[in-house]
Nanobody, 124 residues
Framework: QVQLVESGGGLVRAGESLRLSCAAS????????MGWFRQAPGKEREYVAFITRSGGYTHYADSVKGRFTISRDNAKNTVYLQMNSLKPEDTAVYYCAAKFGGSVWSMPGEYNYWGQGTQVTVSS
């Protein structure tokens, strides 16, 4: 089992920044690839970003590329999502997720564990 707890969400204005954190406990954090997803009201859960277990490779959805940065600190069992130049369309509940193995990272069904989510609201 891996328990994930997100934090750092809030209400910001367009153009501002937020940093989300996801703290993991349980089994060895460094054994898991990690992803961030988001879900807006009435929409499906959407892939945002991915990082391998070592942190050596990252990938982003086109909608956030150049604005968001995913990183991790395996010593602190934490993965981060730095979000800059936020837009109203970034408003959603943001979830972190952990997966063990596999080569697909953009599909929610590939992930084994999920956090409870943190709300991000961007006003125009």
């Amino acid at each position: 089992q891996v328990q994930l707890v997100e934090s750092g969400g809030g209400l910001v204005r367009a153009g501002e920044s937020l940093r989300l954190s996801c703290a993991a406990s349980g089994r060895t954090f460094s054994a898991y690839d990690m992803g961030w997803f988001r879900q807006a009201p009435g929409k499906e859960r959407e892939y945002v970003a991915f990082i391998t277990r070592s942190g050596g490779y990252t990938h982003y959805a086109d909608s956030v590329k150049g604005r968001f940065t995913i990183s991790r600190d395996n010593a602190k069992n934490t993965v981060y999502l730095q979000m800059n130049s936020l837009k109203p369309e970034d408003t959603a509940v943001y979830y972190c997720a952990a997966k063990f193995g596999g080569s697909v990272w953009s599909m929610p069904g590939e992930y084994n564990y999920w956090g409870q989510g943190t709300q991000v609201t961007v006003s125009s």
